[in-house]
């Protein structure tokens, strides 16, 4: 019992700055908006989701749990799903909230503020390419024994983020499953 202690206090303390990483981009409230079933083959292994009231669609592993996130503050955010890896901390978090910034220049600005904010350094960034949209990718450790995977894409007035999240000794193992729920993520 005393050895899930730690790793209970890490899930506790990666699902505050998963919350902390949602508030930094507007908060949630509103409905969830309704996912509609496949519309095309899908990867082995994988669900296909598309929400055609916020025009965007992704794939997320089919033995994941599914989540979604209720309101929390602010009128922005208006959709907000995580995904959980059962028995791990593995997460991912998709938010699309109401956006204002237009360029990805002021996506970069506004995420290394609020990393700077609470001390995180950024082991990796860049811009990415996915599916002909343009975004901004960050890699960075929330707390020392876990990492976390960013990505942020502006479009049709919102942000669209997936925070990809893990302990950092697992996170090699999960990064192919990271790249792929970023590549397959389509805003209409």
């Known amino acids: 019992m005393g050895g899930k202690r730690p790793i209970l206090g890490v899930i506790s303390v990666l699902v505050a700055f998963l919350v902390m990483s949602v508030a ?4 949630c409230t509103g409905e969830p908006s309704p996912l509609e079933p496949p519309t095309e083959p899908v ?10 009231k916020l025009s965007y669609g992704f794939k997320y592993p089919k033995d994941w749990e599914t989540q979604v996130i209720e309101a929390v503050d602010g009128e922005d955010t208006e959709s907000v799903l995580m995904f959980t890896k059962p028995g791990t901390s593995t997460t991912l978090i998709v938010t699309v909230k109401l956006s204002n910034l ?7 600005e506004e995420i290394k503020e609020a990393l700077n904010k609470v001390g995180r350094t ?7 390419i996915v599916n002909g949209r343009e975004g901004y990718e960050v890699i960075y ?19 669209y983020m997936l925070v990809c999240s893990t ?8 990064e192919e499953i990271f ?7 389509v805003i209409e």
């Open 24 to 27: 930094f981009m507007g908060g």
């Open 43 to 52: 990867t082995p292994g994988y669900i296909q989701v598309y929400d055609h």
């Open 102 to 108: 237009t360029r990805l220049e002021e996506v970069k």
């Open 122 to 128: 950024i082991l990796k960034e860049r811009e990415v």
């Open 141 to 159: 450790k929330p707390i020392a024994a876990v990492k976390m995977r960013q990505v942020v894409f502006i479009a049709n007035g919102k942000s």
């Open 167 to 174: 302990a950092e000794l697992l996170y090699d193992e999960y």
């Open 179 to 185: 790249s792929h729920v970023i590549n397959s993520l």
